[in-house]
């Protein structure tokens, strides 16, 4: 069965440094989405892509994230200047696009870790 | 206002017993699905089933049921003979999809554990 992966599972950062963080999507689905989920709470969106382009995205999502696709298979989130607060697990998502039943599909996550 | 709310932060229950989790939800869009995932401990998100706001009748998955009361907007999964794997923090989420949103708004979880 098909499944949504993330690379890597665990990655640890100096506060400051810029992190990459992919993901490889189920391979026929339209849409991608990025959540997180700091420690102990709830899973929070922060982006959604679609046609190469941010079709939404929350307010956590500011300046010191991006998004890319830079190949038919990955989806990548990039964190500029980390913050302690950036520490969190990031859920990489897809979905087909098939209007109201549309579900998202999640990857196994990555656990960040400012220090 | 919290659009989704899960009331039980935590819930027991007997292994082969039947189980509900609580979810109730808060949204004036008339078009929107609901979905249920769980997370085991590993930390993946597991999809376990999802009801539209349109449907008739109550959605079901194998031991998994929703049991959707839309005048009441609630829609509560029902886990019928509970087994061990079945501890893990479940996931009510919502999707508005007026506007063509796609995001989901999920709530604070519960966390269910299943006793031998």
């Known amino acids: 069965e098909p499944e949504v992966t993330q690379t890597p599972s665990h990655q640890v950062t100096q506060m400051g440094q810029e992190v990459i963080l992919r993901c490889v999507p189920i391979?026929?689905?339209?849409?991608f989405y990025w959540y997180r989920q700091i420690l102990g709470q709830k899973v929070e969106f922060l982006v959604s892509f679609y046609n190469n382009e941010i079709s939404e995205k929350s307010e956590i999502f500011d300046d010191q994230f991006s998004v890319e696709r830079p190949d038919g298979s990955n989806f990548t989130l990039k964190i500029r200047s980390t913050k302690l607060e950036d520490s969190a697990m990031y859920f990489c998502a897809s979905s087909p696009g098939q209007g109201l039943t549309d579900t998202q599909y999640f990857g196994p996550g990555t656990r960040l870790t400012v220090l | 206002a919290q659009k989704i709310t899960q009331t039980q932060p935590g819930m027991f229950v007997q292994e082969k017993e039947a189980v509900t989790l609580d979810c109730t939800y808060d949204?004036?869009?008339?078009?929107?699905?609901l979905f249920w995932y769980k997370q085991p401990s590993s930390g993946e998100m597991i999809f376990l089933i999802y009801?539209?706001?349109?449907?008739?009748q109550n959605a079901t998955e194998g031991r998994y049921s929703l049991n959707f009361q839309k005048a009441r907007k609630s829609a509560n999964l029902v886990i019928s003979a509970s087994q061990l794997g079945d501890s893990a923090m479940y996931f009510c989420?919502?999707?508005?999809?007026?506007?063509?949103?796609?995001?989901?708004?999920f709530g604070s979880g519960t966390q269910l554990t299943v006793l031998p």
């Open positions: 949204t004036s869009d008339p078009s929107y699905g």
């Open positions: 009801q539209g706001s349109y449907d008739q």
């Open positions: 989420a919502m999707r508005e999809v007026s506007g063509s949103a796609r995001q989901l708004t």
């Open positions: 391979s026929n689905h339209l849409y």
